[in-house]
C-alpha cells in the first residue's frame, strides 16, 4: 500500500515538473523574444486548454472507456472531447484577441493624441492586430493550429496511461511469479525435511539394538540437525560456514554405522570468507550417497568435496553403487527437489552434472553466486 502511494506521489510530481517546465519557457526565453503580458496571455489560454484535453483523456476517457474494452465509445468521446475543446478554444481567443486589441486600440489611441503634432502618421497595417510582429490567427489557422495540438494530446495522453498500465501489469506480474517462487520453494524445502529424518531415524533404529551409547550420540546429532532445520533455514538463506557444520553432523552421525570396509572422504573449505546460500542445497546428495553407497558386505566408498572460489561454489560427492539393485525403482525424491531449486533459485547460473554407471555414481554442482 505504501509502496503505492509513492509511487503515485513520484507521478504527480513528475506532470508538476512537466507542466511547469512547459509554462516556464516563455519566461526562460525573455532575453531572446521578450514575451509582453499579451503574448503570455495567449500562451497560458492555448496551453490551459492543452491542459484540460489531455487529463480529460487520461483521466477519464481511457480508464473508464478504453481500459474497459468500449474502444468504439472510447473514439466517439475522444472527438466529442476535441470538438466540444474547439468551441472553448474559439471562445477563449475571440475574447482574448478581443481583450488584447481593444487594449492595444485605447495605448495606441493615447500615443496618437500625444505625438499627432510631433511626427507624421505611419503607414503598415492599423495598430492592435498584432502582437510581438505575430498577425492574429484567423478562423482557418486557428482551425488547423487547433487540430494539430488537440489530437496531440490526445494520442499523448493515452500513450502514457497505456505505457503506465502495462508498467503496473508487468510489475504485479513479477510480484506474482516472486510469489509462487517463494511458496514452491518453500514446499521444496518442506519435502526435504521429512525424507531428510526418515533416512536418519532408520539409521538411528538400526543402531538402538547394536551399540547403546552409539545410539544416544545419534540420538544428540539429530537434534541438532532437528534444530538447524527449524530455526536457521527457516529464515531464508543461511550463511556457508552453518551449512558446512550441518553437513559436518550429518555425516559424523552417518559414521556411527559405518565399518572398516568402507572408505569415506571429506574435503570443506577452510580459512574462506562466508557467503550466504540457500539452505539444504547439498544434503540430498549426501543423502543419497550414504543411501546408495555403502555396504557392510563389500568394499564401497564416499568421496564428498567442496571448493569455494571467486567464480562460486564447486561440490563434488560420488559413491559406489553398493545397494543400486536394492534401490527402490521410484526416483528419489531428495534429488528431484534439489533439482527443482536449483532451476528456481539460480536460473543460468548453475551447472549440474550427474554421471553414473554400474560402479559409481557422481554429482558435480558448479554454482555462480555473483
Not at 502618421?121 to 498584432?130: A, D, H, I, T, Y
Not at 538447524?228 to 560456514?241: A, C, D, I, P, T
Not at 568421496?303 to 561454489?313: A, D, P, V
Not at 527443482?340 to 543460468?348: E, H, I, V
Request: with cysteine.
Amino acid at each position: 500500500m505504501q509502496k503505492e502511494k509513492k509511487e503515485l506521489v513520484i507521478r504527480v510530481v513528475l506532470h508538476i515538473l512537466v507542466w511547469g517546465v512547459l509554462l516556464g519557457l516563455p519566461f526562460y526565453s525573455a532575453r531572446r523574444i521578450s514575451p509582453d503580458n499579451d503574448f503570455l496571455l495567449i500562451f497560458f489560454s492555448f496551453t490551459l486548454i492543452s491542459a484540460l484535453i489531455f487529463y480529460s483523456n487520461y483521466l477519464i476517457l481511457v480508464p473508464r472507456l478504453f481500459f474497459q474494452k468500449s474502444r468504439l465509445s472510447y473514439y466517439i468521446s475522444a472527438i466529442a472531447l476535441v470538438v466540444f475543446f474547439y468551441f472553448v478554444s474559439d471562445f477563449t481567443s475571440t475574447e482574448v484577441f478581443g481583450y488584447i486589441q481593444r487594449k492595444n486600440a485605447e495605448t495606441a489611441s493615447m500615443l496618437q493624441d500625444e505625438r499627432r503634432e510631433m511626427s507624421p502618421p505611419r503607414s503598415g497595417p492599423p495598430p492592435g492586430n498584432s502582437i510581438m510582429g505575430i498577425r492574429f490567427p484567423p478562423g482557418k489557422a486557428h482551425l488547423m493550429g487547433y487540430a494539430s495540438s488537440s489530437v496531440f494530446m490526445v494520442f499523448l495522453s493515452l500513450g502514457l496511461k497505456v505505457l503506465e498500465r502495462q508498467t503496473r501489469i508487468e510489475k504485479m506480474q513479477e510480484e506474482m511469479e516472486k510469489a509462487k517462487l517463494n511458496t514452491e520453494l518453500a514446499f521444496l524445502k518442506n519435502q526435504i525435511s521429512p525424507h531428510f529424518f526418515f533416512n536418519t531415524l532408520n539409521n538411528i533404529y538400526s543402531l538402538i539394538g547394536i551399540n547403546a551409547e552409539d545410539s544416544q550420540r545419534a540420538v544428540l546429532k539429530l537434534s541438532k540437525l532437528m534444530r538447524y532445520l527449524l530455526y536457521e533455514s527457516e529464515q531464508g538463506n543461511v550463511m556457508l560456514g552453518n551449512e558446512i557444520e550441518f553437513m559436518k553432523n550429518y555425516i559424523d552421525l552417518m559414521r556411527l554405522r559405518m565399518n572398516e570396509r568402507i572408505s569415506l572422504n571429506v574435503e570443506f573449505p577452510s580459512g574462506y570468507e562466508d557467503v550466504s546460500i540457500p539452505p539444504l542445497l547439498f544434503i540430498p546428495f549426501i543423502e543419497n550417497a550414504f543411501k546408495h553407497g555403502i555396504s557392510n558386505r563389500g568394499k564401497s566408498f564416499i568421496n564428498i568435496s567442496l571448493n569455494l572460489s571467486k567464480q562460486g561454489l564447486e561440490f563434488a560427492c560420488s559413491n559406489s553403487n553398493a545397494n543400486r539393485e536394492k534401490a527402490d525403482k521410484r526416483p528419489g525424491i531428495g534429488l528431484e527437489n534439489v533439482t527443482k531449486r536449483l532451476n528456481l533459485l539460480f536460473p543460468g547460473k548453475h551447472d549440474l552434472r550427474i554421471n553414473r554407471n554400474k560402479e559409481t555414481f557422481e554429482v558435480i554442482l558448479k554454482v555462480n553466486l555473483s
